[in-house]
């Protein structure tokens, strides 16, 4: 049984990706990690080693725009739609034609709603990290002060250039501000990709795209079985969206609140690691 920690170029959807994988030449089921902003696939890595020891086949790629071989410069390159499309690309180029869980913590967390959508035949279970499912959320932002609050650099990140600049600027000051308590190889990782303008741009594209590109798909009722950790000092992603995602929820649903803020596998590794998995090995593929 293999369990080494790889980084790998992975090719999907015509694009390279840079990934993180942990037992591919297993037999058991796939499992694929989407990362969140302003992170990289690096938070996966202790995880996906443990699982590869039980036996799982582990993919955490560092997703459009974040790998050099994947960073298209159209916006709607960055829609949801695109991103999700992008997971079931990942499963098929490590030769999953059938159905895998999915595991996502901010921006990936969005991406696999999606995704939940577009392919339900193919996602069969998922955890979701921090943030709400997208129907839930965009009524917070609607409806709740708070969240309407925590989300203003959303709508500064509509702007053209200066988001790119504002990440960059002092050295990445506001970067290294996100970032505060990360382990030094943890923030020199992502240094790798937030350092290239075109990596910034790329990545702040997923923003504009969300407002800025209609999405051919609408939101559904999820039947797939879903558990979702959410930390309750979340500085982006308050109570409301978080409560309103049980109303799409027509499965199985474990809603986790955690004594804890939005950076989980950084600050809360052990005990998310352990609902994962309880969650993945509860829903095994028949």
């Known amino acids: 049984m293999s369990s080494t920690l790889k980084k790998e170029i992975i ?3 015509g694009f390279e990706y840079l990934c993180r994988t942990a037992g591919l030449d297993n037999d058991g089921e796939l499992v694929i990690f989407l990362h969140g902003f302003p992170e990289s ?3 996966w890595e202790n995880l996906i080693v443990k699982m590869a020891e039980k036996g799982y086949r582990c993919l955490a790629p560092n997703q459009r725009g974040y790998s050099d071989g994947a960073r298209p410069k159209e916006l709607a390159a960055y829609t949801v739609h695109a991103l999700a499309d992008d997971v079931v690309g990942f499963a098929e180029a490590v030769g999953c034609k059938g159905k895998f869980h999915l595991v996502g913590h901010d ?3 969005s991406v696999g709603w999606a995704a939940l959508n577009i392919h339900p035949d193919r996602v069969h279970s998922y955890v979701a990290m921090s943030t709400p499912y997208n129907p839930a959320f965009l009524w917070a932002l609607a409806n709740d002060e708070e969240q309407y609050k925590k989300s203003h650099y959303i709508r500064e990140f509509q702007a053209p250039d200066a988001p790119e600049a504002s990440l960059a600027a002092d050295d990445y000051k506001r970067l290294r501000g996100y970032w505060a308590g990360f382990d030094q190889k943890v923030i020199d990782d992502y240094l790798t990709i937030f350092s290239k303008l075109e990596a910034r741009t790329a990545t702040v594209n997923w923003y504009r795209a969300l407002f800025a590109i209609e999405n ?5 009722e999820i039947n797939a079985p879903v558990t979702f950790i959410w930390g309750n000092t979340d500085l982006a992603l308050g109570r409301a969206g978080a409560e309103k995602t ?3 929820m027509k499965g199985y649903y474990n809603f986790v609140e955690l004594n804890a803020g939005h950076w989980l596998m950084q600050f809360n590794e052990e005990e998310c690691s352990k609902i994962i998995m309880e ?3 509860k829903f095994p593929i028949k």
Do not use: P, R
């Open 11 to 13: 090719k999907a959807n």
């Open 41 to 43: 696939s690096i938070i």
């Open 107 to 109: 921006w990936g967390c």
């Open 246 to 248: 049980k109303d799409f």
């Open 216 to 220: 051919d798909f609408e939101y559904k």
């Open 279 to 281: 969650h993945i090995a």
